[in-house]
């Protein structure tokens, strides 16, 4: 089960520090998600 979730606390912090260029990338692929496992 936890192999099928993100890490949303890395997700969260590299969403913070990228914004707004992370709100594009995850509209354009929300499969970039996935990296954070």
């Given at each position: 089960?936890?192999?099928?979730?993100?890490?949303?606390?890395?997700?969260?912090?590299?969403f913070?520090?990228?914004?707004?260029?992370?709100?594009?990338?995850?509209?354009?692929?929300?499969?970039?998600?996935?990296?954070?496992?």
């Amino acid at each position: 089960m936890l192999a099928d979730n993100i890490d949303v606390t890395s997700f969260m912090v590299w969403f913070i520090e990228n914004y707004p260029n992370s709100l594009k990338i995850m509209k354009d692929n929300p499969d970039y998600q996935w990296k954070f496992k």
